[in-house]
Nanobody, 124 residues
Framework: QVQLVESGGGLVQAGGSLRLSCAAS????????MGWFRQAPGKEREFVAA????????YYADSVKGRFTISRDNAKNTVFLQMNSLKSEDTAVYYC?????????????????WGQGTQVTVSS
């Protein structure tokens, strides 16, 4: 069982930055691929970014490529999402997810554990 707790959300102006963190429980964090998803009001949850267990491979949705960066610190059981040049359309609840496979997927069904989410609101 893995428990995930997100933090770092908040209100920011368009063009600003936020850094989300996701702390994971357990001793085998490096064996899990990690992903970030988001859900905007009235929309389905969508893939944002993912990172392999060792951190050597990363993947991004086209909508955030070049603006967001996913990273992880396996010594601290934490994954991060650095969000720059934020836009109003980035407003959503952001979820951290863990997959019992070192290679990350882009679909929700790939992931086994989910955090409760953290709200990100970008004002224009």
């Amino acid at each position: 069982q893995v428990q995930l707790v997100e933090s770092g959300g908040g209100l920011v102006q368009a063009g600003g930055s936020l850094r989300l963190s996701c702390a994971a429980s357990g001793r085998t964090f490096r064996l899990y691929a990690m992903g970030w998803f988001r859900q905007a009001p009235g929309k389905e949850r969508e893939f944002v970014a993912a990172i392999s267990g060792g951190g050597g491979s990363t993947y991004y949705a086209d909508s955030v490529k070049g603006r967001f960066t996913i990273s992880r610190d396996n010594a601290k059981n934490t994954v991060f999402l650095q969000m720059n040049s934020l836009k109003s359309e980035d407003t959503a609840v952001y979820y951290c997810a863990a997959e019992r496979d070192s290679w990350p997927g882009r679909a929700e069904y790939n992931y086994d554990y989910w955090g409760q989410g953290t709200q990100v609101t970008v004002s224009s």
